[in-house]
């Protein structure tokens, strides 16, 4: 019975670590995303991106990037903006969702408060 139990609370807290994809906008921009179940069963995300260019060094310029999330009812939420350092060129962000993430991807905005994705896609993953 303990090692059942042991073997529920080690699956339920893995943690699952995607790469993005090599970006065509911003070639040199690396990141990950990784997700693990809370024991509320919420979805924590933590993103780390390295190398990316500030959103106003863009053609055209931008003010901010924003973080999607598609989840498994095939909708898209707005999980937050990233603000690149314009010193070490760096980011994260981190966040919970009740939402189950299938797919996180990058935009570049002029408005932080956007509902739906309309900028040009820096940076994605592949589904999970």
Avoid: H
Avoid at 6 to 14: E, G, K, L, T, V
Avoid at 79 to 106: D, E, M
Wanted: charged residues 20%; hydrophobic residues 35%.
């Amino acid at each position: 019975m303990a090692i059942i139990t042991m073997s529920f609370c080690f699956n339920s807290c893995s943690q699952k670590s995607v790469s993005f994809q090599i970006s065509t906008v911003v070639p040199a921009a690396k990141g990950t995303v990784k997700v693990k179940k809370d024991k509320n069963n919420n979805y924590v995300l933590k993103i780390s991106l390295s190398d990316l260019a500030g959103s106003d060094r863009l053609q055209p310029p931008k003010n901010t990037y924003i973080v999607w999330m598609q989840t498994g009812k095939n909708n898209t939420k707005n999980i937050g903006q990233i603000n690149s350092s314009k010193r070490s060129l760096s980011a994260t962000l981190a966040t919970v969702s009740s939402f189950k993430p299938l797919k996180i991807f990058i935009t570049a905005e002029d408005d932080a408060g956007i509902q739906d994705p309309s900028g040009q896609v820096i940076l994605s993953t592949d589904n999970f």
